[in-house]
């Protein structure tokens, strides 16, 4: 998921799942296996990022903010909206993968600036902004209601805000026609995953919530879809990845056996196994121009 983090620095001890404690990120961008992830996340989900983005209208001259970008493949087409005369901020807690060479272009387009920031604890940049967007981040956080109604204040009157995060529960299979031994592994390895999320306060439910998230801090005009790929080569790559990060909880947890972990890759590799991801719930909602944001918090249930 990119971008994600769990608590910021002051987080005290608390229930752990392999040895991370709850609110980890599981999936660390510190990783070998994560360019290969951010990489393989850009391909299935881009388009449908792009989509929802351009719906708002984005455009020469916006302001905006990509939170917990992960890697700069959003952020170069917002910096291409934009223009000279707009400026994007890009943001992470771990920026390995924002250095100049990672861009298209190998250089920080002008008007973009990369820093590091951990939006759960740190004081947020100045604002306001016409466009704030995070893709899988916020089902991560501890806090992401709190998380969202702070990105929220920062909207300039007629602003947006864009939250895409994971619905794990929405569709929970790694191969959703389970007709052979292999499928029902695939699925094993899926569900032990799940677990994994959970033990670290993940809300494997979060995505659909994300409308009544939006509404909930006053945003207006509140759309949102999701989307999946049923099967596709990079589901694939993304899902061996995935399986490789997390291989060793999985095995510890007794959640899967290593020869089955193998035997999953082996699988995967052989290009006969049909795996798709969670679906990725797009919401966007628009900051009213003659009121502001509710300061109150958003209903409960959420986490």
Same mark, same amino acid.
């Given at each position: 998921?990119?971008?994600?983090?769990?608590?910021?620095?002051?987080?005290?001890? !608390?229930?752990?799942?392999?040895?991370?404690?709850?609110?980890?990120? #599981?999936?660390?961008?510190?990783? *070998?296996?994560?360019?290969?992830?951010?990489?393989?996340? !850009?391909?299935?989900?881009?388009?449908?990022?792009?989509?929802? &983005?351009?719906? $708002?209208?984005?455009?020469?001259?916006?302001?905006?903010?990509?939170?917990?970008?992960? +890697?700069?493949?959003?952020?170069?087409?917002?910096?291409?909206?934009?223009?000279?005369?707009? /400026? =994007?901020?890009?943001?992470?807690?771990?920026?390995?993968?924002?250095?100049?060479?990672?861009?298209?272009?190998? $250089?920080?387009?002008?008007?973009?600036?990369?820093?590091?920031?951990?939006?759960? $604890?740190?004081?947020?940049?100045?604002?306001?902004?016409?466009? @704030?967007?995070?893709?899988? #981040?916020?089902?991560?956080?501890?806090?992401?209601?709190?998380?969202?109604?702070?990105?929220?204040?920062?909207?300039?009157?007629?602003?947006?805000? =864009? @939250?895409?995060?994971?619905?794990?529960?929405?569709?929970?299979?790694?191969?959703?026609?389970?007709?052979?031994?292999?499928?029902?592994?695939?699925?094993?390895?899926?569900?032990?995953? /799940?677990?994994?999320?959970?033990?670290?306060?993940?809300?494997?439910?979060?995505?659909?919530?994300?409308?009544?998230?939006?509404?909930?801090?006053?945003? *207006?005009?509140?759309?949102?879809? *999701?989307?999946?790929?049923?099967? +596709?080569?990079? +589901?694939?790559?993304?899902?061996?990845?995935?399986?490789?990060?997390?291989?060793? !909880?999985?095995?510890?947890?007794?959640?899967?056996?290593?020869?089955?972990?193998?035997?999953? #890759?082996?699988? #995967?590799?052989?290009?006969? &196994?049909?795996?798709?991801?969670?679906?990725?719930?797009?919401?966007?909602?628009?900051?009213?121009?003659?009121?502001? =944001?509710?300061?109150?918090?958003?209903? !409960?249930?959420?986490?």
């Amino acid at each position: 998921m990119t971008g994600a983090r769990g608590p910021g620095p002051g987080t005290g001890p !608390g229930p752990s799942v392999d040895g991370a404690p709850v609110g980890r990120y #599981l999936l660390d961008n510190r990783q *070998a296996e994560a360019g290969v992830r951010l990489a393989a996340i !850009g391909e299935l989900f881009d388009p449908a990022t792009f989509r929802m &983005l351009e719906a $708002t209208g984005v455009a020469a001259g916006w302001r905006c903010w990509e939170v917990g970008a992960g +890697s700069p493949g959003v952020a170069a087409w917002l910096a291409d909206r934009v223009g000279s005369s707009g /400026r =994007v901020l890009v943001t992470d807690l771990d920026t390995s993968w924002l250095s100049a060479d990672a861009w298209p272009d190998g $250089t920080v387009p002008a008007g973009v600036t990369v820093t590091r920031h951990d939006v759960t $604890t740190e004081p947020l940049p100045d604002g306001p902004f016409d466009l @704030i967007h995070a893709r899988l #981040l916020l089902v991560h956080l501890p806090d992401r209601a709190e998380v969202a109604r702070s990105l929220a204040g920062l909207l300039a009157p007629g602003g947006w805000l =864009v @939250i895409e995060d994971a619905d794990p529960q929405l569709q929970p299979l790694a191969c959703v026609d389970e007709y052979g031994p292999d499928q029902v592994l695939a699925n094993r390895v899926r569900s032990g995953f /799940r677990s994994l999320l959970a033990g670290r306060g993940v809300d494997l439910a979060f995505g659909r919530k994300v409308p009544r998230l939006l509404r909930s801090l006053g945003l *207006a005009e509140v759309v949102a879809e *999701a989307h999946f790929p049923v099967t +596709s080569p990079v +589901s694939s790559v993304l899902e061996r990845a995935t399986v490789e990060q997390t291989r060793a !909880g999985l095995v510890d947890a007794g959640l899967v056996r290593e020869d089955e972990v193998e035997r999953h #890759l082996a699988n #995967l590799s052989s290009g006969e &196994l049909d795996v798709t991801t969670a679906p990725m719930v797009s919401a966007r909602g628009r900051r009213p121009v003659d009121r502001g =944001v509710p300061r109150e918090s958003p209903p !409960g249930g959420d986490r």
